[in-house]
């Protein structure tokens, strides 16, 4: 095998721990107007941020969230707490740049837009990517995966954000919050069944299935719609049926959205092919 050459040297995922000393030093740096991120959060936005519960700090919002840097370094094993710093610090950016650059201008250092770099660029290396849900003031890190961002362009604001959401990293093993999000898409696609069905019957038939035999539209673990088989699932088995539930209905919401631009494509072959 022949030697790098120094692009493919530098495009080469970096150590994470390396990463995150990068990123806290590059969080310390006083790169907007003189100001930390930190500083600038606490002196211009904190107070009208919605999602602060009732710290009056960053370093409280560190605390709370077990993210100080030690914590972190700490517990660098644990995928969850890295995502947690890196979306404590994605918000910071939101706030800063919905606060200050937006609205006043771009008075800010080289070391900021580096920040904002090393914080995409560790939480793709990861697996996940940024999304920012405007209308909610907060922005969520998320696993990747194309069907999500095809249908949140395609539905309402509201029920796009719960798309999104699904997909986030803290809620895994949170299946009462799955299911609610769950029962907001099966909203959408009941009125869809009919031109899916013309489309795609099996994909129609299967997902109706499964929204009303796993526990997610129906109490299917006791009462007048059990299933012996639903009630002695795992809750591990029954997360994963909801996931299957949920990529099924991404898919059908796809195929739906997809039969006016099949329809305008036969149109174009028969004025091209006579």
């Not at 999602?51 to 969850?80: A, P």
């Not at 909610?136 to 990747?144: A, C, N, S, T």
Request: hydrophobic letters at 35%; proline letters at 1%; aromatic letters at 10%.
């Amino acid at each position: 095998m022949g030697r790098k050459n120094i692009f493919e040297i530098l495009a080469e995922k970096e150590d994470i721990a390396y990463q995150l000393d990068r990123i806290e030093t590059l969080l310390s740096e006083r790169s907007i107007d003189g100001w930390t991120l930190e500083e600038f959060v606490d002196e211009y936005c904190i107070r009208d941020w919605k999602y602060r519960g009732r710290c009056t700090s960053c370093r409280e919002i560190r605390e709370r969230l077990c993210v100080t840097f030690g914590e972190v370094k700490k517990n660098i094993e644990d995928i969850n707490v890295v995502l947690n710093y890196l979306e404590y610090i994605s918000n910071l950016i939101w706030l800063c740049n919905e606060e200050y650059i937006d609205n006043i201008g771009e008075f800010y250092d080289a070391e900021y837009q580096y920040l904002q770099e090393n914080v995409i660029g560790l939480v793709e290396d990861l697996g996940y990517e940024i999304k920012v849900l405007d209308e909610e003031q907060r922005v969520l890190i998320v696993e990747k995966n194309p069907a999500v961002t095809a249908v949140s362009e395609i539905v309402p604001i509201k029920l796009s954000n719960k798309v999104i959401e699904y997909n986030h990293f803290r809620l895994k093993g949170e299946l009462e919050e799955k299911r609610k999000i769950l029962l907001s898409l099966a909203d959408k696609f009941e009125p869809l069944r009919k031109q899916l069905k013309n489309v795609n019957p099996n994909l129609e038939s299967n997902t109706g299935f499964l929204l009303n035999k796993m526990n997610i539209r129906h109490n299917n673990k006791e009462g007048k719609n059990a299933s012996e088989y639903v009630a002695n699932l795992a809750d591990e088995e029954l997360e994963k049926w909801y996931d299957e539930t949920y990529q099924m209905l991404l898919l059908a919401m796809l195929e739906v959205d997809n039969i006016e631009r099949n329809r305008m494509v036969n149109e174009l072959k028969k004025i091209i092919e006579g």
